[in-house]
């Protein structure tokens, strides 16, 4: 049974740029959450999705957006980035009436 | 707000060393609480938790007690090993039962354990 997977591994990418993350959930989980993670912190929750709705939302700007598919799996959308968006970004997802979240491997990056 | 705080780190320890990382956390009503464990450029792994006052979670020898009274989430273990080090995270989670919510995290506590 396949664990959270996010892609790309690692992305650079130049300010005002725009970038696409990808996140397929563990089989069986239909929410999903992603995550920023600065260096040397915690991660901070970005926005959570439900039945292809976002359901939830951090103190995150529209810069940030996303989308769920029929199949569960999840995009997040950065637009105009900034030096400051340079982290990794975790996705997790969660089962229906579980509060686990489990957690992919992240995608890094990195913005010149 | 929600919020977690975690003992100031890093921690360095001899191997076999008693372990205790101190997690506290501000919050309405009763979340759930969790410890997550992250190895170096990996992601989060959960490593234990606890829904209602007074459960222990228990996990790889790592234990930790939700203490409504103290609002802490204090992560144990008696002797650690070398492959204990890793960045520990405490975290809380409302709306417990359900998918919904987002994970509050601390700042996240450095262990590095000597041979």
């Known amino acids: 049974d396949a664990g959270v997977t996010q892609s790309p591994t690692h992305l650079i990418k130049t300010r005002g740029q725009q970038v696409t993350l990808r996140c397929s959930p563990k089989?069986?989980?239909?929410?999903v959450s992603w995550y920023q993670q600065a260096l040397g912190q915690g991660p901070q929750f970005i926005f959570q999705?439900?039945?292809?709705?976002?359901?939830q939302r951090g103190n995150f700007p529209d810069r940030f957006s996303g989308h769920q598919f029929p199949n569960y799996s999840s995009e997040l959308n950065v637009n105009a980035l900034l030096l400051g968006d340079s982290a990794l970004y975790l996705c997790?997802?969660?089962?229906?009436?579980?509060?686990?979240?489990?957690f992919g491997p992240g995608t890094r990056l990195t913005v010149l | 707000g929600d919020s977690v705080t975690q003992m100031e780190g890093p921690v360095t320890l001899s191997e076999e060393a008693f372990l205790t990382i101190n997690c506290t956390y501000t919050?309405?009503?009763?979340?759930?609480l969790f410890w997550y464990v992250q190895y170096p450029g990996e992601g989060l792994q959960l490593l234990l938790k606890?829904?209602?006052?007074?459960d222990k979670g228990s996990n790889k020898g790592f234990e930790a007690t939700y203490r409504k009274e103290t609002t802490s989430f204090h992560l144990e273990k008696g002797s650690v090993q070398v492959s204990d080090s890793a960045v520990y995270f405490c975290?809380?989670?409302?709306?417990?039962?359900?998918?919904?919510?987002?994970?509050?995290f601390g700042q996240g506590t450095i262990l590095t354990v000597h041979p």
């Open positions: 997790a997802s969660s089962s229906p009436g579980v509060n686990e979240q489990f």
């Open positions: 975290a809380l989670k409302r709306a417990g039962g359900t998918s919904y919510g987002k994970l509050t």
């Open positions: 089989s069986g989980h239909d929410t």
């Open positions: 606890a829904t209602k006052a007074d």
């Open positions: 919050a309405t009503g009763y979340p759930s």
């Open positions: 999705y439900y039945e292809e709705e976002e359901r």
